[in-house]
């Protein structure tokens, strides 16, 4: 099983530009997450999704947007980048909501804006 | 609001040699989870180890094991017979057990093994 997988692995940006962040998991979890990670903090949640069709503001969703395309993908959205989102993003999944233990991380992405 | 503290920003251990690893936590709830997670350098998240609150009984996994104290709120990671492939960072992690609530991830020890 690939687990989860994200794409791409790195990116630059212009100030202004769009892109979306992919995310497919292979393990039937019902909740997905993204999250960032910046030097010196600790992950920080943007979105989740408990289930198909639901998502949810985590604590950092300004700027962002995102969508629950079916139950394996979970699409990151930046409509108009800036330098302050300079930082790698994590997807996730498990099982059930919140449910750590079986939560998996994908391989991240290095995005880099100007 | 729960805070995760990893006050070790880097370590380093000989290999072979036992390395221990500090975090400190912050919540008024009783009832609650905490886990290391390893990220090595392909960036991938990995479980480590996982304790419940409510069990006074440190958890083991092979090498890896914790001291939780939970009245000074201390949950530190040793990890023994240290091997290159430890090499990674750390982080802590908080879940409170009730309901919906997220993970709290402190900010991380990048460890170093020195062959």
């Known amino acids: 099983n690939a687990g989860v997988t994200q794409t791409p692995k790195f990116q630059v940006l212009k100030t202004g530009q769009s892109m979306t962040l992919q995310c497919a998991q292979d393990?039937?979890?019902?909740?997905m997450y993204w999250y960032r990670q910046d030097p010196g903090m600790g992950l920080r949640l943007i979105y989740y999704?408990?289930?198909?069709?639901?998502?949810d503001k985590g604590e950092v969703p300004n700027g962002y947007n995102v969508s629950r395309l079916n139950k394996r993908e979970f699409s990151l959205r930046l409509e108009s980048a800036a330098p302050s989102q300079t930082s790698v993003y994590f997807c996730?999944?498990?099982?059930?909501?919140?449910?750590?233990?079986?939560?998996?991380f994908g391989p991240g992405t290095r995005l880099l804006v100007l | 609001a729960q805070t995760v503290t990893q006050s070790q920003p880097e370590m380093s251990v000989q290999e072979a040699e036992t390395v221990t690893l500090s975090c400190t936590y912050d919540?008024?709830?009783?009832?609650?989870?905490l886990f290391w997670y390893k990220q090595p350098p392909s960036r991938q998240m990995i479980l480590v180890i996982r304790?419940?609150?409510?069990?006074?009984q440190n958890a083991t996994e092979n090498r890896f094991s914790v001291n939780f104290q939970k009245a000074a709120k201390s949950f530190s990671l040793k990890i023994s017979d240290s091997q290159l492939g430890d090499a990674a960072m750390y982080f802590c992690?908080?879940?409170?057990?009730?309901?919906?609530?997220?993970?709290?991830f402190g900010t991380g020890t990048r460890l170093t093994i020195i062959p």
């Open positions: 996730a999944s498990s099982e059930a909501l919140h449910q750590v233990e079986t939560q998996y």
């Open positions: 393990m039937n979890h019902n909740s």
């Open positions: 999704s408990a289930s198909e069709g639901t998502t």
């Open positions: 919540t008024s709830e009783s009832d609650y989870y």
């Open positions: 304790q419940e609150a409510y069990k006074q």
């Open positions: 992690a908080y879940r409170f057990n009730f309901g919906n609530e997220k993970l709290t």
